[in-house]
Structure formats: structure tokens, C-alpha cells
């Protein structure tokens, strides 16, 4: 068969390959765990390509493993034999020891046929498509790939299926005349593993576009900032687009198409396009945030179809509503197959945010690619950030609120956004490429820059994380609440400017922000208080106190509210957690380089009302919890986990009263906050104590 060869004869129906292989649902979690990334995903689009009469018009392709030598391009011997053995009889009592070394990672006896057979799956529907013998092709796998790394498995995935099949095309396969490559990603988290895979080699062009909060959202890697576009040979071949925040829609990510991506493909020239299919920007999915509809999806598909005479591997990454993956597979489906597509979803405006990471990008790249150099248009209609950010931005403390009970009951500012938005969304332009006479539109992306003494060179800039994301969730607020001896505001207080209280033996550091809550409010909650564990190295010998993250309208339990940013959430919960150090050395305090709740993490505690902690799974306080909302804010607290409740009543765990003074610095908060008198404190404190789970 011809190498260069037109894809699909004029006048012909394209020839679409579907591979769909059960075999990849055996990877599952061990004990049958609840996980997004589960065999159901594969069975959900399958059902709906088949009720759509959509799959009958592809042609059906089925699995193979892919041979060691292969996958052997990209990762370790170490790891391939891991993955190899992983599934095997003699890993039966480690393999979730061994998952446990890894981020985001399961392993169960189908983990090691499911990965082999993912990848083996992209090099083949890759290799027809790449001959011409398939016009496009669309590879239902799992576990994905683009999260695993040289030598280590991560973030759900295992081995990197299209890295695997894009080296495979360049190395093996050179009677098929595939010297440049086009990887887009447009899964919602960065390509991590295969931005690294090919970050200096220019016969593959990566681009990704994703959610990076500053560097708060998954992985939570600087490397996913617009500042990391390759280098020696690749340099200008690695193209990053960092959202600073969830809620984006086709709108935005149609702009990143018109404004970065479809210019600089026009330039490359790909001869083949592997699209890191993750449906998890998708509208509804659990973990993205974001909102593309199907015909979104669509859309950007259609887009694509125009470079590489159409020639596109899609190979399935993340996505993890069943409805919302299904739908937009079946949308983009459906577009390969030819058949003619209006784009109908209700048009939005890109954010303004969107705009700015977009010019960003189109600066840090136009010494590669020319055509980037052209000035934006200025007239395009956006919308502001999603309500979730800066709703109390101003500084100063005059605005001071201590009691704001008496404040109306806010609309919810999501629907007001929603509301807004809407309306907008009716008379709104498509975006387009606009050459002439516009003005360049104002950006800084010195902001986002790394602070350095000496001059400020290109190529050795990096994305201070800490210093961004605290940046970012400085200007977000939420009420924190307490149960136990935060209660007290001297007691609280100490975990913000540090310090320590009577009855304390050891000294809080403190937390980076020092600015005093910007309100305090009481309020009580159906949830059980209960003391636990023995002793605390802070309060000595007794218990300490927990909520009970179940609901129990029985229940009864004060809570103190502060208003403080989400970085001195967490903060606190570093402190809570001891993630803290101190590095003796130079007096240096040490916190986490990532925040435990970022923006993505409100919105999932805001729906599933409670969140443990992956990272900090083992630490006492690693259950967040969110309380409710008070002027438009979530309220969340920290406490254990519902395991640990379990424990607790099974006796693994010690139920105990707590010390004299932790109790009397409980007692002093409830009085002081003037919710009971020092009786019915001391009361409240000692039956919670004395009560049994
Ligand atoms: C492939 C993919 C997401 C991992 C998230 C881990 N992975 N928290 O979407
Ligand atoms: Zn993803």
C-alpha cells in the first residue's frame, strides 16, 4: 500500500476503525473499589456507538498485545517487567504494597493483559491508519496512558499507549513515510509522560491543553506551564496551554484551536495526528471541571480533520462521567465517519483568563512559529472568572465583618454567573484569526514568572508553584470550621500567625498569610463530636476531638466559622496534619509545594460533600469536609476519615476523653463565642466525651 497515498479515495466513505476489546475491562480495582477509571467506561461507549448505529458503520478491529521491544522505546526494563509481572501468582500479597509506591495508581490479575493490550492497540490502529488502509481510527483503551512516565506508572495509568505507537511509527516503520507527528492532547490534565517522552525531538510536535490552577490542578507539575516548549532540537515542539481554572467550555478551548494549535499544525505539517483523547474537559465529568459538550468536542475534531489528510488516531485517555464520554465519543465518531455536523451547542464566551493564557503562549512560542507574532483581535466578548475566584479580593481590614448573620442570604454567584452567562452566550461571534489593524491586547505574563536576582533567561525559567498557587487561592475565601479547641480564637489564631496558648506544649508555625479571618460566625451542624486517640504530643495525655462525617439529624455540634483564604486552608491543614517542618539548618519552615485543596478540590468537596486526602490518607485530619454555605462560600472542616469512625467503634481505635486543659480551652471558645455558659460548656464537652459511637 502506498505511504503517501490520499487516506480516503474522493468520492469514497472514509474507512474508520473502531477497536473495542473486552479484554481491557479486566483492570479493575483489586477488591472492587469504587474508581473513576473503570471497566464500565469502555462498556458505556461501546453501548452507545452500538445504539447509534455508529459503530456498524466502522470497521471492527481488536486488540493485540504490544511486544516488549516496542513499548521498550519509551519506558524502562524496570518498569516494563513490573507492569509484566504485576498480574502475576507471586505478586498476590504485595500488589498493593506496590500500587502504594505509586501516584494514583491500582493494580489487580487483569492489570498487566489490559496495559499490553492498551498499547498494542494504538501501535494498531496507528500502523493502518499510517498505511492508509484506514482512513481514521478511534481505539477504545484503558488503562490510558498519558500520565506514565519513562519509569514509573501514574495518574491511572500504566503504560504510555501513544507515546508507545508514535515511536513505533518514527522507528519501526519507516516504509510508511511518517517523519513528523502531531500528538494533541486534549485530555483535562497535562501530558506529563509524554511531554517528557519528546521534549527534544522535533519530528513530534505535543501539544496539551489543560487545567493547571497555578499549578494546583493534576499533576500538579510546573512542567505544565506555557514556559516549557522543548528543548535542543525540540525546542518550539512542546506547546503547553495552562487554564488558570475549571468551568472552561468550547468556547475557550475553540480559541486555544483558532489562535495556537491550527496555526502552528498548518506550519508543521504533520503527516499523521494522534489525539490523547481524554473526555474529561467534558461537561459533567467528576474530576475536569470543565464544560465541553459533545458537539463541542465535535468541533474541534472537525478542525483537526483538515491537517494530515485526515489522517487522526484517537486513543482514549481519561473521562469519567459514563454519559458525557459516551456522548462525545459518539459526536466525534460520527465526524470521522464523514457525516455532515452543525455546530449547535449554545455558544459561550472564552474567559477572560483564556485570552491572556492564550497571548502568553503565542509570545513564548513566536520565535518558532511566525505566524504566532500576529496580533490577537481585541474585540472578542469574554466573560470573567468563575465565581469561585476573587469573590472577596479586595485587601484591607476596615471591611472587617465579625458577625454577618444578619447579611441577606446570598443568591448562589454560580447561577448568577450561569444566568449571565447565558444570555451572553446568545449573541456572540465565533472566534476567528484576525490579522489586521487590532491592538495588541494588554497581557503580562511577567507575572506568572519565576522571581530571579540575575537577568531573566528564556530557556532556564521556571514556575515557582508554591509562590503561584498561594498567589492564586490568596484571593479565594472560605469559612473554615472548627469543633475542637480552634474554637477558641487565641487557640485558632496560632495557626495563622503562630505561637502557641496556655495548655499547649508545642508552637504552631504559623501560617504563610498572616491576615487576621475575615469574619467569624457561629453555627451547629447534625454531626456527632466525639473524642479519640490516646495523646496528643500537643495537649498530652487524652483525646481529641473529631467530627463524625456522617450526617445524623440527632446530632448536634457547635462549629466556629473564620473566613479565611483558601491558602491559609491550607495552611492549617498542613499544620494540623504536621506537614510543616522546621529545617534546622537554616531556620527555614517547610510546607508542601502543592496545596491539598485547590480550586478543583472545592468543587468536588462542594458535591460530594466529603473528600479524603490521598496524600495525607494516614494523618488523622485527612478527611475534608464541606459543612454547607454562607454567603456564597463553602464551609469546610477537617476531620477523620469515615474508616477511622469505624475503628473508633470497633475499639481498634481508643475512644478518650480529652485533658483538662484541651477541654477548658474548648470550654473557653463556646463561652467566649457566647453560644453556652461555662456549665452547659463544660456539659456538652463531657457527654460527647461519655457517649458511645
Ligand atoms: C488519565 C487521567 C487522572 C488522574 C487523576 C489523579 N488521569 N487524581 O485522567
Ligand atoms: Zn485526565
Known sequence: ????????????????????????????????????????RLRAIRRKLDAEGVASRCVDMKAKEAKEKYIASVHTPNHIKLIRDISSKEYDYRRNKTAR????????????????????????????????????????????????????????????????????????????????????????????GTQKMFYSDPRVLFFSVHRFDYGSFYPCEGDASHCFIGEGAGEGYNINVPWEHGKC????????????????????????ILLSAGFDAAMGDPLGGCCITPDGYALLLTKLLGFAKGRIVMALEGGYNLKSIANSLCACTKVLLGDNFTYNSPRMQPFESTWRVIQMVRDELKAYWPVLSSKLPDNVPLRSAPSYIEPYASSGSESDVEDVSELPDAISSV????????????????????????????????????????????????YDLPFTWRSALSKVYVWYASFGSNMWKPRFLCYIEGGKVDGMSISCFGSHDTSPPRGTMWKTVPHRLFFGRSSTPCWGTGGVAFLNPEINYNDESYVCMYKITLEQFNDVLFQENRLVK?????????????????????????????????????????NVLHLGEEDGLPILTMTCPSTAVAQHKSG?????????????????????????????AANYISSAAARSL
Open 101 to 192: 509506591k505509586f501516584n494514583s495508581i491500582y493494580f489487580n490479575e487483569g492489570s498487566s493483559e489490559s496495559a499490553f493490550l492498551a498499547a498494542g492497540s494504538v501501535i494498531e490502529v496507528a500502523e493502518k491508519v499510517a498505511a492508509g488502509e484506514l482512513s481514521s481510527a478511534i481505539a477504545l483503551v484503558r488503562p490510558p496512558g498519558h500520565h506514565a512516565e519513562h519509569n514509573e506508572p501514574m495518574g491511572f495509568c500504566l503504560f504510555n499507549n501513544v507515546a508507545i505507537a508514535a515511536n513505533y511509527l518514527l522507528n519501526e516503520r519507516p516504509d510508511l513515510g511518517i517523519n513528523k507527528i502531531l500528538i494533541v492532547d486534549w485530555d483535562v490534565h497535562h501530558g506529563n
Open 1 to 40: 500500500m502506498a505511504a503517501a497515498g490520499a487516506a480516503t479515495p474522493v468520492g469514497a466513505a472514509p474507512r474508520v476503525g473502531l477497536l473495542y476489546d473486552d479484554r481491557m475491562c479486566a483492570h479493575a480495582t483489586p477488591d472492587g473499589e469504587k474508581h473513576p477509571e473503570n471497566p464500565e
Open 652 to 680: 481498634e481505635l481508643p475512644l478518650a476523653p480529652p485533658s483538662e486543659t484541651y477541654s477548658a480551652t474548648l470550654i473557653k471558645g463556646l463561652v467566649e463565642g457566647k453560644q453556652l455558659d461555662a456549665n452547659e
Open 582 to 622: 522546621d529545617n534546622s539548618e537554616d531556620g527555614k519552615l517547610e510546607s508542601p509545594s502543592s496545596p491539598l485543596i485547590g480550586l478543583s478540590e472545592i468543587e468536588s468537596v462542594s458535591s460530594n460533600k466529603a473528600l479524603h486526602l490521598e496524600p495525607i490518607k494516614d494523618s488523622w485530619y485527612s
Open 249 to 272: 467550555s468550547d468556547a475557550d478551548y475553540v480559541a486555544a484551536w483558532d489562535h495556537v494549535l491550527l496555526p502552528i499544525a498548518e506550519a508543521f505539517d504533520p503527516d499523521i
Open 415 to 462: 447561577n448568577v454567573t450561569q444566568v449571565v452567562d447565558d444570555v451572553l452566550s446568545k449573541h456572540i461571534t465565533m472566534l476567528k484569526l484576525d490579522e489586521d489593524n487590532l491592538a495588541t491586547k494588554n497581557t503580562s505574563s511577567d507575572s506568572v514568572q519565576a522571581q530571579d536576582d540575575g537577568p531573566v533567561v528564556a530557556s532556564t525559567r521556571i
